[in-house]
């Protein structure tokens, strides 16, 4: 499967923007997908999970309460709507999919995600 996120760009603190990763190939409700993310010198770090199956989610802490991961079957697509946008949260946004069930403790594991999108920036500045 090869997948495309979309959707970055510049944003001043506070802003909202979604993210969009599309597949093609096979239909996105047969992964787990995730988004995360890569701050200029910094390791990548995860952001947020859906689960094939009973579409459990996780989200990193720093995130939390701000960040929602929706997916749509019919589009064929999962999102990443981010909310009050910090300068921290400037970084390269990847999206990430596996045709496996993790379990949930393995849901934050790069290592785990077979499938990866090239990329989307994302700039929190005034």
């Known amino acids: 499967v090869q997948l495309q996120a979309s959707g970055g760009g510049l944003v001043q603190p506070g802003g909202s923007l979604r993210l969009s990763c599309t597949a093609s190939?096979?239909?996105?409700?047969?992964?787990?997908t995730a988004w995360f993310r890569q701050a200029p010198g910094k390791d990548r770090e995860f952001v947020a999970a859906?689960?094939?199956?009973?579409?459990?989610?996780r989200y990193a802490d720093s995130v939390k309460g701000r960040f929602t991961t929706s997916s749509d079957n019919a589009k064929n697509a999962v999102y990443l709507q981010m909310n009050s946008l910090k300068p921290e949260d400037t970084a390269v946004y990847y999206c990430?999919?596996?045709?496996?069930?993790?379990?949930?403790?393995?849901?934050?594991?790069?290592?785990?995600?077979?499938?990866w999108g090239q990329g989307t920036l994302v700039t929190v500045s005034s």
């Open positions: 859906i689960r094939r199956g009973d579409s459990t989610k």
């Open positions: 190939g096979r239909t996105f409700s047969a992964y787990t």
């Open positions: 990430a999919a596996t045709p496996r069930g993790l379990i949930t403790s393995r849901l934050r594991e790069g290592n785990e995600y077979e499938f």
